[in-house]
């Protein structure tokens, strides 16, 4: 189907808001078009999330203007935006999970409600046939993927009649089949005259699915290009960030050290007959489909979950010694997936946050030496370049990439042992991923890397050994450096191949 006609159905004007001394967006002037995507593209805090957000009614601006076909328009909520045409689907969803796909759908519309279930199903099974976006109408949420999960989000806003549909990081969650189920689906409402906004760190993705690139940098539009004139993932990350950026990181082989992380055997909560070995010098890194095991083991080896039965030794300890007094430094450190609720407290500040898991190093008898406590999470900001600088800020104003920075920052302060990093780069741009990848591998000097990632090529660019993960077991695990099992990891993902 050929693209509807290039017409403006959004103009922002001079857009600037601030957050105190923070300025998130600079006079931004930007165009969205009905049938483009338009990817926005930029490095953590660049405020692409905020200026999206102003769209979609949850902030209203300093200064500028909004027009919608032409005409001035005021959004002070998000039912304005709506009326407007404007939706956004965020990247943790809305949905009710004890409600059907239907009624998540129709969920305070008009009429919703007096429409009879078969009724309110057939409307969501033809909404969903139109653009494609494959579900059913009469499941309830709860037992869903996330895939489809956002699926009914989508549908939400279609069902809306909306007619921009912004996506926040909206692959963040997803399996690589549901991925390019979701694009799919997004080149069709294109296709169908739906004007898209697509926030992205990944590259790739820009480039296979977007019209349009805008490149934010500290508040500010900084470049305007259509996709087709950008030649390689290089260059795009050169105009990001004014430099080359390969995402490919020297690993240096060491030689294997003690024994940081045993497992024998371990079965229960998911797992079955899981058994690794994990030294000193070495990344293992978890590979496989979300849903299949890898929380349960985290949550085993972190100490969230004792294990049912088998044995498991870290640093040379049994499970219930070694977390019945665990040390803070020069021991295990977790870097979960989950930054804003398990990792942070988003009301505390910056200090406070570096707090949580270090403050033994920062008390002298019955005192906290805050001061000396300032002074290091200072230094950590300057050092992990996050932004805003001001350590003051709470951690549930930062950016998503900003947070994790912070994270990784207060973990690797305490020189760890053993590293438990799950999704350690996820939601980063391409110059903080490229720190963040030194930054671990730098730390197996040290540790002993337990990396789990739904990112095969960042598990590929770290790992020294890799572990597929399917329905609670390791269907192998080998060495990066086997390119056969390598090339049939999507094999092993699904189930199909012989165990190690």
């Not at 994790?404 to 302060?413: I, M, P, S, T």
């Amino acid at each position: 189907m050929d693209r509807v006609a290039d017409i403006t159905v959004v103009r922002l004007e001079g857009i600037s808001k601030s957050f105190g001394a923070v300025k998130a967006n600079d006079a931004i002037d930007l165009d969205i078009r009905a049938g483009h995507i338009l990817a926005l593209l930029g490095e953590n805090g660049a405020g692409k999330s905020t200026l999206m957000s102003i769209l979609a009614g949850r902030f209203r601006p300093d200064a500028g203007r909004i027009l919608v076909d032409g005409r001035e328009t005021v959004l002070s909520s998000t039912k304005d935006a709506i009326r407007a045409g404007i939706g956004m689907v965020y990247q943790h969803f809305m949905l009710v999970p004890t409600m059907t796909v239907a009624q998540n759908v129709l969920l305070g519309q008009e009429g919703g409600f007096w429409l009879n279930r078969g009724r309110m199903e057939a409307r969501v099974a033809e909404l969903a046939e139109f653009f494609g976006l494959a579900i059913d109408p009469a499941a309830t949420v709860s037992e869903l993927s996330m895939g489809e999960r956002q699926r009914v989000e989508i549908l939400r806003l279609l069902a809306r009649d909306s007619r921009v549909l912004i996506f926040d990081e909206p692959t963040a969650v997803l399996t690589p089949p549901e991925i390019v189920h979701l694009f799919a689906a997004l080149k069709s409402m294109a296709n169908r005259g739906k004007a898209i906004v697509f926030i992205s760190h990944k590259l790739e993705e820009v480039l296979s699915l977007s019209d349009d690139i805008a490149i934010l940098s500290r508040g500010r539009v900084v470049d305007r290009v259509e996709t087709r004139v950008v030649c390689s993932k290089a260059e795009l990350a050169s105009r990001m960030v004014g430099r080359e950026v390969f995402l490919e990181v020297e690993k240096e082989p060491l030689p294997p050290g003690e024994v940081v992380l045993e497992m024998s055997g371990v079965t229960g909560f998911g797992l079955k007959e899981v058994s690794l070995t994990l030294r000193q010098g070495e990344v293992l890194a978890v590979v496989g489909v979300a849903g299949n095991g890898q929380k349960a083991l985290v949550e085993t080896v972190t100490g969230f979950r004792r294990p049912a039965t088998g044995k498991v030794n870290i640093l040379g300890r049994e499970w219930t010694e070694f977390f019945r007094n665990p040390d803070w430094k020069h021991a295990l450190a977790y870097i979960p997936e989950d930054r804003l609720g398990l990792a942070t407290c988003p009301n505390l500040d910056m200090v406070d946050n570096v707090l949580l898991t270090t403050r033994q190093g920062f008390t002298r008898g019955p005192f906290m030496e805050h001061g000396r406590a300032r002074q290091v999470t200072a230094d950590m900001v300057r050092d992990f370049d996050i932004q805003p600088a001001r350590i003051a800020t709470p951690a549930g104003k930062l950016s998503g990439g900003n947070l994790q920075k912070l994270v990784l920052a207060r973990e690797f302060y305490r020189a760890p042992r053993l590293i438990v990093a799950e999704q350690p780069s996820q939601g980063l741009d391409v110059k903080a991923t490229e720190e963040v990848w030194r930054q671990l591998l730098a730390a197996r000097a040290c540790a002993g890397i337990l990396l789990v990632s739904g990112d095969l090529s960042e598990a590929l660019q770290l790992a020294d050994r890799i572990a597929v993960m399917f329905r609670g077991r390791f269907m192998d695990v080998f060495p990066v450096s086997d390119t056969a099992k390598v090339e049939a990891i999507g094999l092993a993902m699904a189930g199909v191949g012989a165990g190690h």
